[in-house]
């Protein structure tokens, strides 16, 4: 059979994107505080800062802070309307047999948890300024699992195109059925100093992270013809590390900025088949190899670098505002290569802008116990239009697409008398929803809408020792 047409949407089979907010694995809800106000790339306080400011922990008071929080993520994905058809040329009899749609087809797994825990020691007066030393553990990229019962858009088009490679054997079939499932989890692990000088004017902090990067993907289907079936496994994961460095500026005690630039990760993964198998394996065993996925086979997918910068303002002694602006350098990461017929034909990291994200929250104490906060945050992803209505990147992007999107957050923060805080909070993310069309000139169009929305609920426990 002919093997192009399956080829080109493999080649990006298996890389993946964040489950919520950031960049393409990147994400940016790291607390359940920046739940609640969207907005901590200047903030003071909480120990979370070390994942939005780091540099600011040199203001805390002097002995331990510890911030643990958790995120319960409910994902709505959809690809909506996705229609199949075009053929054309000898196969245009056979289009009753294998187009399909319009219908919805879409994933409601939610993500248990995403735990995050912060720790950061202030040693007070340490020469002619103040040290503080600080750890974090948690989720920094990825953040889940997807599954589609239906299959996506991206993996109808891959089964259609066996389907129709087989019917220019003479074997007609549909597809009967379909599942596909994708996770994406990066763990990281840190540690930094900061320190303030010039009577606390200025700080700035050192640091590193460690990352840990498991993925997975499972591809099962079934045709008309019962002993046409395929199913797939692959898991890959990856080791890097990530330096970090900031700056905090006050010129006076009640305005701060900060920025804190992220370095690029290199991670290089590896393949590891745990299954492939079904009467179709050889056909789809030539299909990945010809994308450049074969068990053992290294490639690289790195972080890109991050640079996020923020203002605060205490207006008062009860009502705060902080502005963030955070950009992913997508355009310059090594984010790995197209491959078409087992040779490199480009880069994904062409498939994309800067992805940048600006975000203003505010919090105020209504009791000196009892603080409320808000926030709003509009998120440009940085994929260009060719990312949705290519063939190549058409799984990735229809498993979970890259869209741009605005989030509104709130929630409240609750001080107990015994330096302990207990923080609730909620967001909602509105996708903008995007038109896609994609596939195969002389053979197959896919066509239809992806849109996504998603809920969290952020729960966390501060405490100063």
Same mark, same amino acid.
């Given at each position: ?73 409910? +994902? ?8 199949? /058809? ?43 300024? +103040? ?75 050192? /640091? ?44 006076? +005690? ?37 994308? /450049? ?14 640079? /996020? ?74 994929? +260009? ?81």
């Amino acid at each position: 059979m002919k093997k192009t047409t399956i080829v080109l949407i493999c080649a990006f089979m298996l890389t993946g994107t964040g489950l919520f907010a950031g960049s393409l694995d990147q994400i940016s809800n790291q607390s359940a505080k920046w739940v609640m106000t969207l907005s901590r790339n200047a903030s003071l306080g909480s120990a979370d800062i070390v994942a939005h400011n780091p540099a600011g922990t040199a203001y805390l008071p002097e002995g331990w802070h510890m911030d643990v929080s958790g995120q319960t993520l409910f +994902k709505y994905y959809k690809n909506d309307n996705t229609q199949v /058809g075009g053929f054309s040329g000898p196969l245009a009899p056979l289009s009753p047999l294998l187009s399909r749609g319009p219908e919805a087809l879409s994933q409601e797994r939610p993500t248990p948890v995403l735990p995050n825990l912060y720790l950061a020691y202030n040693l007070g007066q340490t020469g002619p300024g +103040k040290l503080a030393t600080y750890l974090q553990a948690g989720i920094v990229a990825g953040g889940g699992d997807l599954k589609y019962k239906n299959g996506t858009a991206g993996t109808t088009f891959l089964l259609t195109a066996i389907s129709a490679g087989l019917a220019q054997t003479g074997t007609l079939a549909s597809i009967t059925s379909q599942e596909f499932s994708a996770s994406s989890i990066y763990y990281g692990i840190g540690v930094g100093a900061s320190y303030a000088f010039l009577n606390d004017a200025v700080s700035v902090s050192l /640091g590193g992270r460690a990352v840990m990067a498991k993925r997975n993907f499972d591809l099962t289907a079934a045709y008309s013809v019962p002993q046409l079936t395929l199913n797939g496994k692959y898991d890959y994961a990856a080791k890097g590390f990530t330096p970090i460095i900031g700056v905090n500026v006050k010129p006076n +005690k009640d305005f701060t900025l900060a920025a804190r630039f992220e370095f690029p990760t290199s991670l290089e993964f590896k393949y590891e088949q745990k299954e492939l198998g079904g009467t179709l394996k050889d056909v789809a065993t030539d299909v990945l190899m010809s994308a /450049g996925i074969a068990d053992g086979k290294k490639f690289h997918q790195d972080l890109p670098a991050i640079i /996020g910068i923020g203002a605060g303002y205490d207006i008062n002694d009860r009502w705060t505002i902080d502005l963030s602006g955070t950009f992913y350098l997508l355009s310059k990461a090594d984010l790995g290569d197209v491959y078409v017929e087992g040779k490199e034909a480009g880069k994904i990291n062409e498939y994309f802008n800067t992805g940048w994200e600006a975000g203003a929250g505010t919090t105020y104490k209504i009791r000196e116990a009892l603080k409320i906060g808000a926030g709003f945050l509009y998120t440009e992803g940085g994929a +260009k239009e060719t990312y949705f209505n290519d063939s190549r990147t058409a799984l990735n992007a229809s498993a979970n697409p890259m869209l741009d999107s605005v989030t509104l957050g709130t929630g409240a923060t609750y001080s107990m008398r015994n330096n302990l805080d207990l923080t609730l909070s909620f967001l909602w993310c509105h996708y903008l929803p995007e038109n896609f069309s994609f596939g195969d000139a002389n053979l197959i169009k896919v066509s239809g809408k992806y849109s996504k929305e998603v809920f969290i609920l952020g729960y966390g426990v501060s405490y100063k020792f």
